[in-house]
């Protein structure tokens, strides 16, 4: 199924995201955490590219098996870092080969040694190219606080229109951990006439070691509410993670109560705090 038609249904949505293995050792763990999140029957499960190589190929395989065998709406990322056309002709043809529609289309992180891409250079060139190849529905990143390479959010914003108008149908956000942050992006956005659906990306934080990633990567704004809740438990794992998805649950809670209907929660391959996300919004899911 098309994910513009799943979200432009009347409840929320609620999806998760994996990551597949960086070797092949590590791919039977990553296959049964998937089967995992699979079992809790989200909207749809978004599978990662490995812009730097390596894990690239597992994409296909992780999102292939997540649809003939669990029956949940796969959403295959792909990449301009690393991507040749040819490369991107066989991902498409591969995708198409096992019926899958969705397709994330990405600059990618451009990798440690500054190896820019070769040939789709931005994101919206990828769109074009897959927009003109066949009937995928297309989504898109966007940056809440800006992406953190953009001169300002204005700007960016246009970019996110360049990425619209290329033939996106939907965009996912980078994680915020303040929800006024988004409620003033979708704001500004809808005044540029950017209308596709923005799915809210979260992620919720069950150690402390992520913080540094996070803000690194990203320039993602911390309140201080989120960053008491650290400073009090960052050194008690099991605190830390229950604290976490909390606040992540109070996030989307927030956002659904204030009419936002697609919520994306970045799992990372953790099927127990996917599990415990649904269980506490499955009334809440289920109402509107
Ligand atoms: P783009 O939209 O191409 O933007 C990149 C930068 O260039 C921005 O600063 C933008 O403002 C600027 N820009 C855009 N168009 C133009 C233009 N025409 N001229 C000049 N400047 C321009 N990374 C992975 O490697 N694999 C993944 O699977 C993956 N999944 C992700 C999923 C989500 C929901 C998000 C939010 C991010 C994901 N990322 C992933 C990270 C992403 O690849 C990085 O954030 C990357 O730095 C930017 O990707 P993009 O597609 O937004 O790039």
Redesign the pocket.
């Known amino acids: 199924m098309k994910i513009r038609d799943i979200l432009a249904g009347d409840k929320p949505t609620l999806s998760f995201e994996v ?1 597949p293995p960086k070797t092949e050792d590590a791919y039977h763990t990553v296959a049964a955490a998937a089967a995992e999140i699979a079992g809790l029957k989200p909207s749809f499960m ?1 599978v ?5 190589g390596g894990t690239s190929d597992y994409t296909v395989d992780i999102a292939s098996t997540i649809q003939e065998k669990y029956n949940v709406t796969p959403l295959a ?1 792909i ?3 690393s991507s040749t056309r040819e490369k991107v002709e066989q991902v498409l043809g591969e995708l198409r080969a096992h019926k899958i529609e969705n397709v ?7 990798p440690e040694d500054g190896r820019t891409p070769e040939v789709y ?4 060139e990828l769109i074009r190219e897959i927009k003109k190849s066949g009937d995928f529905c297309i989504g ?4 809440p606080e800006g ?4 001169a300002n959010k204005s ?2 914003m246009d ?2 229109k ?2 619209v108008e290329a033939g996106c149908d939907f965009a ?3 994680m915020f951990f303040d929800n006024s942050i988004l409620y003033s992006y979708l704001y500004r956005i809808r005044e540029k006439g950017i209308t596709v659906p923005v799915i809210a ?1 979260i992620m919720p934080v069950t150690n402390a070691k992520q913080i540094k990633r996070i803000t690194q990567m ?1 320039g993602t704004y911390l309140p201080s509410r989120f960053m008491s809740i650290v400073d009090k438990f960052g050194d008690n794992p099991r605190a830390m993670k229950q604290a976490g998805i909390a606040y992540a649950t109070d996030q989307i809670i927030d956002l659904i109560a204030n009419g936002v209907k697609g919520i ?1 929660v970045y799992s990372m391959n953790k099927p127990d705090v996917a599990m415990k996300i649904k269980e506490n919004l499955s009334d809440i899911l289920e109402w509107e």
Do not use: N, P
Request: proline share 0%.
């Open positions: 990551f978004s990662t590219y490995g812009a730097g990322h990449t301009c870092v994330l289309a990405l600059r990618g992180d451009i250079h931005y994101a919206s898109a990143a966007c940056y992406h953190v390479e953009s700007v960016d970019y996110l360049e990425k996912t956000t980078q990306g990203s994306h």
